[in-house]
């Protein structure tokens, strides 16, 4: 079984549309994460949520809404996509918020804005 | 803002070579690691470190954090072809994890 899945893993759309990225983790985590990789491979945190509540929002615009509907759920929503959302997108858990704790990161989902 | 640098970025190497990548901060980390990512892949732990001057071994990898828990490094014997990949750094504070910009590895068999 996948520990972290998310879906789809590849998203092709126009600018300007609206678009979500499903997330589950099955390890009991409660702390859960969206990243963002850009093309020059830079790993920068997104959002962090621990048991359902918002933790960390990194000056994300607010067109990224994340979403957690149970612990084990984050998904998120980009509304008015623009060319420069193009990355890979990767969810991930782990244990606690503690800083040491091993993060467990999703496959990634590639969008391409064009 | 935590910066991590990583350096080199790009390494090409021969299978059998020895190899070392660093990281450093001008910030102290309470816990340090790394991570290894395949393309089309997420990272991966492979360690954590939280001492100070604290050395792990991991086959033929061995990491080091440095006394001030600003800097560490990735030494790698004897690279082989599995070895390639990308190596993250990331240094944990304040509930957040901030990764380094990564050190593309490739050996070449």
């Known amino acids: 079984d996948t520990a972290v899945s998310q879906t789809p893993k590849y998203l092709v759309t126009q600018m300007g549309n609206d678009k979500s990225i499903k997330c589950e983790q099955n390890?009991?985590?409660?702390?859960m994460y969206w990243y963002k990789q850009d093309s020059k491979k830079f790993l920068k945190i997104m959002f962090s949520y621990n048991n359902k509540e918002l933790i960390i929002n990194e000056t994300v615009p607010n067109r990224f809404s994340p979403k957690s509907p149970d612990k084990a759920h984050l998904n998120l929503h980009i509304n008015s996509l623009e060319l420069g959302d193009s990355a890979v997108y990767f969810c991930a858990s782990s244990l606690g918020t503690r800083s040491g704790n091993t993060i467990y990161f999703g496959e990634g989902s590639w969008l391409t804005v064009v | 803002t935590q910066l991590l640098e990583q350096s080199p970025q790009f390494l090409s190497i021969q299978e059998g070579e020895n190899l070392t990548v660093y990281c450093n901060s001008s910030?102290?980390?309470?816990?340090l690691q790394w991570y290894r990512q395949e393309p089309g892949e997420g990272p991966v732990l492979l360690v954590t470190?939280?001492?100070?001057?604290e050395v792990k071994k991991l086959k033929r990898l061995t990491f080091q954090f440095g006394d001030a828990r600003k800097d560490s490094s990735l030494h790698i014997t004897a690279a082989q072809p599995g070895d390639t990949g990308l190596y993250l750094c990331a240094g944990g504070s304040n509930y957040k994890l901030t990764f380094g910009k990564g050190t593309l590895l490739t050996v070449n068999p």
């Open positions: 470190v939280v001492t100070g001057g």
């Open positions: 910030s102290v980390f309470s816990s």
């Open positions: 390890l009991g985590h409660d702390t």
